[in-house]
């Protein structure tokens, strides 16, 4: 019996773009995601591409991200965090001269932000989504694509609209940037509720990813638990997260980036040096952020850290590497007796965990990488060649689920502020929903008018901002992109109401938040469900090898 690894990195970043500021803090989110995850990730498939190693991934890339990464304001920004990160390792160096442990870890810091330099300038001529579907084109990867503004689904299940217009401007995007329609597309947080399947299906989507739990608290019990995908009643297949194997990777308590061995992400000198040396890397006034120069090891469940050594840490990847296929393996032998086909393992992950949280992620992965590539016993896979493969398959509806904490809801709606933004913002969908109603088919610049409007509705789903404010991380900026979202959809609401566009509004909301380009707010009016999806009306699918 074979093991078959399907392995789905979601790589996802809520909307943030403020060129009013030469300089935002929240926007260092996308610089360090990009810097420590996104190149790190892609130069490592590329060696191994050029290595002559076959591979089979799936890579899930949000809309709001895909748009940022394509921006050309962001990325010129992007080259400006990177070379500073160059200019602060200079100083490292000089400052760890006596030094030589710390001194090499500073120079190991300064050469990798340098080589990203390079590769994102040279390979990805200035856009990663470049790299991306270069190994998509090649057939190392599978890329798809997740809601518009990675809005939490479940919440809106009485919205079929709002829902729609998630899914489709999602699928638009993904075209517009990669020419070709995904075939697979991620549900975020791994958001089911029985029926979103149909809005998938109109679509023209063939796969999603679900929760562990969602097959398992199924009415129907699948036959072959989560180690093969099911069907959903109208066609769709849904390949559910193997729980067990990916915690051994994803548990930040019990799994390998909790070794002691790893580098400690949370000790850096942005925090630990004095004031005066790092303020030309941090923000205005005095605001300290993470550099990425970060000098000690997890250690263990203490505050006195021990040295970080790459060398210790890199013999650990390997282990860690053997000891993930090892469980495997041991997996699939304990189910020969009671499976009738190769097990497949759905191994989800967010593509941020490799490099930025956990450094050593991509090290590991290569290796992960490397040894399945030399064996016949166990595979990587990506579901559409599973799909196409004609394997069996049971036909069943999921359970309402998701990844978040508790396997459900509870992340996105359980304090006072996420109950009292989402009534706004469904409240705001259907203000949305009248004004595309009333208005229909405008040109000019009541289109656009409303075309932001649309815009602004999305970005207000967005299910980043509740989590944030559970999290009671960036609380108050997260409250000001709701606020802002709501009171930008009512202005251009009242100004409809009398018949009136804010010109000046729209032009400065249009150059501020520019995503979806394509968008067409006729999504919000009832009558765009009664149609076909009109996202698919030219053939964009590309063969998949």
């Not at 803090?25 to 002559?52: C, Q, V």
């Not at 190994?135 to 919440?155: C, D, Q, R, V, W």
């Not at 050593?360 to 016949?376: P, R, Y």
């Not at 789903?461 to 979202?485: Q, V």
Request: glycine share 4%; hydrophobic share 35%; with cysteine.
């Amino acid at each position: 019996m074979k093991s078959r690894m399907n392995f789905i990195f979601h790589a996802h970043l809520p909307f943030v773009r403020h060129p009013e500021f030469p300089k935002f803090l929240e926007e260092d989110w996308l610089y360090e995601a990009i810097n420590e995850s996104y190149l790190p990730l892609l130069r490592m498939l590329y060696k191994l591409r050029n290595k002559g190693t076959s591979y089979h991934l799936t890579f899930s890339l949000s809309p709001t991200l895909c748009s940022m990464l394509s921006d050309n304001l962001l990325c010129e920004r992007f080259v400006g965090y990177i070379n500073s990160r160059i200019e602060l390792g200079n100083l490292e160096i000089d400052r760890l001269s006596n030094e030589p442990d710390m001194q090499k870890l500073a120079l190991m810091y300064r050469d990798n932000a340098k080589k990203n330099l390079q590769f994102f300038q040279e390979e990805c001529k200035g856009n990663i989504l470049n790299a991306f579907n270069a190994l998509s084109n090649e057939g190392f990867l599978e890329l798809i694509t997740t809601a518009a503004t990675h809005a939490y689904l479940p919440i809106y299940k009485n919205s079929p609209l709002a829902v729609n217009a998630q899914i489709e401007t999602g699928l638009i995007q993904h075209i517009r940037l990669f020419d070709r329609s995904p075939e697979g597309f991620w549900l975020p947080e791994c958001g089911y509720y029985p029926t979103l399947e149909e809005l998938l299906k109109r679509n023209n989507v063939k796969w999603t990813s679900l929760a562990a739990h969602s097959l398992l608290l199924s009415e129907d019990k699948p036959q072959r638990g989560n180690y093969a995908p099911v069907k959903c009643p109208n066609g769709l297949w849904c390949f559910a997260r193997d729980n067990n194997l990916t915690s051994l990777v994803w548990s930040a308590t019990d799994g390998y980036p909790a070794d002691p061995c790893y580098r400690e992400f949370y000790r850096d000198i942005g925090y630990d040096l004095d004031i005066n040396y790092v303020r030309p890397f941090i923000h205005e006034p005095d605001v300290r952020v993470f550099t990425g120069f970060k000098y000690w090891a997890v250690t263990g469940k203490t505050a006195q850290k021990v040295p970080y050594s790459p060398e210790v840490a890199a013999e650990k990847t390997k282990e860690h590497a053997e000891d993930f296929l090892k469980n495997v393996r041991n997996r699939t032998l304990s189910l020969e007796a009671s499976l009738d086909c190769d097990p497949v393992y759905t191994l989800s992950f967010d593509a941020e965990l490799f490099g930025h949280w956990w450094f050593e992620g991509v090290m590991w992965l290569e290796h992960v990488i490397t040894s399945t590539a030399k064996q016949k016993d166990i595979e990587l896979i990506t579901p559409s060649v599973y799909i196409a493969e004609g394997n069996p398959v049971q036909t069943m509806t999921p359970a309402f689920s998701s990844w978040g904490e508790g396997g459900c809801s509870q992340v996105w709606v359980d304090t006072a502020s996420n109950s009292t933004f989402v009534k706004h913002t469904i409240k705001s969908i259907e203000r949305m929903s009248e004004i595309a109603v009333k208005f229909p088919n405008q040109k000019s610049l009541k289109q656009r008018f409303l075309n932001q409007a649309a815009r602004e509705t999305l970005l207000l789903m967005s299910s980043d901002w509740p989590f944030i404010m559970h999290n009671h991380t960036s609380e108050e900026y997260a409250k000001k992109r709701l606020t802002g979202h709501i009171q930008n959809l009512n202005l251009v609401y009242d100004n409809m109401t009398k018949n009136a566009v804010n010109t000046e509004w729209l032009v400065k909301a249009e150059k501020r938040n520019n995503i979806f380009p394509q968008i067409d707010y006729n999504m919000f009016n009832p009558e765009h469900l009664k149609k076909d999806s009109p996202v698919f009306t030219t053939d964009f699918t590309s063969e998949q090898k």
